[in-house]
């Protein structure tokens, strides 16, 4: 339930109401909107009695919410929600965006080199991994720390957005120093203690979905970062686990439309884990776009052929800059051009 | 392996490479090509010696196939296959078509009704089940023969090409007479009694993919109608069984290139089934057809709300028309614009 | 519904009961039983008003099916059905069968030398596949009715049941003459022309769980056979379709005491499918048994090493009799003995 | 790689070895075994050449260990791994466990009345969640460090050895502290950081397999543990996520005959989450036992009805009674008869 609260609503209206929800048992958490302020009810599974809040001075409307997650979805926030960036990029609304950079943090010139490829080609967001969920204890667990101040490096010089993962709780504290978006990975999805630090984070969160996540558990996901506090949060479909074996994991492109109807969040495709091969990240970048998607992340490597982890996958810098040519058009077409690199050539 | 002849080579060449493949053990088919023919080797699953065939008279060079398919892969075929039907409308190569229709036919006026509004949208196929495959035996099973008459005569009146699904031998009978195109439908895509009757059929088919069948499967169980003569085939991607419920099916969007680059053969995409939600059509036709489908199967009906079966994700003609310009632009982008009704309005 | 007669209905009431329901739109379907006839009123998806039959003389009780499948529910009939063959084993009720025999039917020696060894074993059927559905139209397709008349031999000399699949309209015509099970494979479980014929056939039929198939589609498919008149029938989980690569399918364990609570009708499990490896066998045969299958159906061969088909998962004949120790003990526990063959070892 | 050296080996010929391997760029680590020494080489994902080692003073032989996995498979240890608590319970060799109690610690009679109704049918282990991993933010989080003091109490009372779940690093560190076995839990499979930190516990830990993890990436999530140093590692198969809705999640009872092939370490099955029914969990425990399980985990609540978790799963008191008489036999035919509780009725 969503209490929305007139313009000028006093803060002694606004008290009362958290009272009232308060004795009614629930949890009031004051939501403050562009025109007005809003109060949410959390702490409730199922219907509640809007009633006793319909009453009261100060009170233009209460909405219900029906879902199980509250503050991610659309019933709550109607408008998108925009996740504005140091270099002028957005994240949601009428842009695109694209996060382009290395599987793994490496050293400084394959990050750097990489880097200026991806901002020549458009890009405003540079990814690298500098801690590393790996599946076996004994494969490369990234650079750490080192790792994070080359990603700073690279942003001061391409002035590209970083984004790049937490896979604890101390690796979030370092992410949360050097980057701009916080990555939670897939595996993280359900690691609960993580969320909750996300969200107290003074960060974006890009939350990648679990490897066989239903769409409601990702959202509620989503819901432990933003009822801790944090807002800004960016879904991520990176394809999930299924039977066929050719590529990595099976893209659901039917998660993007389903997304956007149901939450007011951003969501990212991720077309190179989502199939695991380099020749089908275009196609299936491009799908993203034309199904809805706010933006893509892809993965490109000066030279795939001695990156370290995810080669296979991994563009060459002119099949990316092929590849952008075309988001360029289908983004133009789905009335959410591309968000532009200053760097780009031609600019 | 296939062995491509000379432009010159003589018939006696050509039965002279026969007699020394079967010598080995396999069976030699002729292709005839539109520069030269080739005669192909089946009956083997590995590696087979091309040692004894290239020195033959007339013959220019063998290639060797490396996977289980043959004569679907594009090992064996480099051009796309090409699929003209009576109306101008050729699937494959480098145009996007769009099959639509309600999920089943009805009656006249629903039938007719349909077929207009989706001729004048710019659909150059009809899709409509007379031989419904139905889970429960208390279901609706569909007209049968006379709906096959009132496709024959929403095509006489409207030029659109009929596509309808054949369940068994006996409705394979009927529908290779009354339609233009033969669907095969996921439940049957591995009846290989049904296939190799396809395989025999005078007019093209769709094999949309089993429930959960890889894409080696599905490739296979296209060799099965290609073996017995009939190359005329076309894939469909209907989505596949997943974990997640919120929507009927997976559409696996990777299997899209996938299958442009295994194959020859062209690939559409139904989102209808894929998604079950009329809202979702949209959004991933678009996604298909970015991703490089030669075309798309909706389910449309000018009154979803009394549509005996798949209501739910059949679309209203208005959402149907909105979709249409949208692949448009998106099919243009592809290099791959949208055959047109000559119906279309404007035209 | 079902609607239950008393003792001493006359056939005068039979025919009033049968014409209400056929006024209320729906058919009606005597069913004879062990003490007093009933009537089944199928044709319905959703609830019946079953007052317009509670008053009729000679109604003893309507009882309400709430599933979407009816003649294979519990609801609908409460006892297990028994399916008894020649060799006087059943299958059904408190005693656990073995089906054992190789993938496919290759020779004379090898088939009866295989039937030998299982039937001292103490198994009671014998499988062999004489029409083999094959993923490769370039794969071996089995000896044909050469393979069914030397399974008849087979059953001559041991005195073992016959099982055999039948893939398509043709072949069942020749198992059904040949064999004493008609078996239906899991790529046909939803091929609705063959389940009616098998559901006209004068043999039991087992029905193999299709590879994704959820369980009610199971018994939907099952529902088609019974719906023609042949009650018959015996339920077959052969593992599904799942992410994991290690084994050729998951088998469903779950699905045994699901099928045994939901339906009348008894469930055997093949572990050779379902694992697609012979060192898991006999720990998954035991598995089902323990879990309260009715039996199960192994893979064995007298020399795996040489199998045309499914050799890894076939058994040595020493596996098969070591596991038939094991099944021994554990359907002793389960109050299910097996039901030994008269030429077992011993006897 | 695994370099076992002689009975009478000195600790200078250890250091030699160790050199070696250091030499050649692995880390090598010494496992101390019942009759001899052996070291280990990790760091190595392909072959290792192991001639140099091989002719060294007091090595008896070289071992290849050719797993992604090392120190949890079969190659590098051949006995089975035992988990001895203080009560007497073995977990591992040839005794079955079984593991019982309510989803989670409600309060104190809650905790105390279920405790010793298990422990009176003979269970010698008792689970009971202190910190619920909870899919949704609003839902009820357990009662944390109260409720390990409540399973403290019951241990105290019923000899009972304690098993509860750890959710992140602050958890791990109190539960570490008042269990004797601390549960990953299937969402924590591949959190990283928390199975190093398990693998620094001086407890025993049991592991849950992911929703949807291969048994390799399962297998390797242990490595993390044992390469850490903790060696007391349980495997505890749970249900995977499938397909089919009927039930919670879909058993692998595949899972078991293949852990206990591919590794020493002991496997639990739990039927409760592994069906999500209560009428499931008899025959699934059965069949776990019967597929060679070294125990079973259930749940077990005094009262379902008032259960503020997993309700409709849990047995009541008496169910359980009867499936350990039925445990008994089964585990009995196994050769791996049931750990009985001092506790148990008629002891």
């Known amino acids: ?3 929305v609260m007139q313009q000028d609503a006093t803060s002694e209206d606004i008290r009362r109401v ?4 308060e004795d009614m048992g629930y949890q009031a958490r004051p939501i403050p909107g562009e025109q007005r302020m809003a109060i949410g009810v959390v702490g409730n599974d199922g219907p509640v009695d809007s009633a006793r809040a319909e009453g009261l ?4 409307e209460v909405i219900s919410v029906s879902s199980p997650y509250k503050l991610v979805s659309r019933e709550w926030k109607k408008d998108d929600t925009l996740i504005p960036l140091f270099n002028g990029t957005v994240i949601g609304g009428n842009r695109t965006v694209v996060m ?5 943090v490496e050293d400084e010139a394959q990050l750097l080199e990489t880097a200026e490829a991806v901002a020549l080609a458009g890009a405003t967001i540079l990814r690298g ?5 790996r599946t076996s204890p004994y494969s490369y667990q990234g650079m750490g720390i080192e790792g994070l101040k080359l990603l700073a490096k690279a942003r001061d010089r391409y002035q590209l957005a970083i984004i790049t993962e937490a896979i604890d709780l101390e690796s979030l504290d370092a992410v949360e120093e050097y980057a701009d978006i916080i990555q939670i990975g897939a595996r993280n999805m359900q690691n609960f203690s993580l969320l909750r630090r996300a969200g107290r984070a003074k960060k974006p969160v ?3 979905r679990g490897l066989s996540a239903t769409l409601k558990e990702w959202l509620l996901a989503a819901e432990y970062i933003l009822a801790e506090g944090n807002e800004q949060v960016i879904m991520c479909e990176r394809g999930v686990r299924s039977f066929e074996t050719y ?13 956007k109807q149901l939450s007011h969040l951003p969501i990212i495709a991720d077309p190179s884990h989502g199939t695991g091969r380099r020749e089908l990240v275009a196609p299936i970048a491009r799908a993203a776009v034309a199904a809805g998607a706010d933006g893509i992340m892809v993965e490109v490597h000066r030279d795939p052929t001695t990156a370290k982890s995810d080669g296979p996958q991994s563009l060459y810098p002119e099949q990316f800059r092929a590849m952008m040519a075309d988001l360029h058009r289908i983004s ?4 959410k051009p591309l968000t532009a690199s200053l760097n780009a050539r031609g600019h």
Chains 1, 2, 3, 4 share one sequence.
């Open 129 to 133: 991994g500098a801690f590393k969920p």
């Open 247 to 259: 590529t990595r994991n099976m893209v659901d492109i039917n998660a993007i439309p389903v997304i």
């Open 332 to 335: 133009d077409v789905m009335g």
């Open 206 to 208: 890009m939350l990648k």
């Open 1 to 3: 339930m969503l209490v």
């Open 18 to 21: 958290v009272k009232v929800i």
């Open 57 to 60: 001075p100060g009170v233009q």
């Open 100 to 104: 382009a950079g290395p599987c793994g």
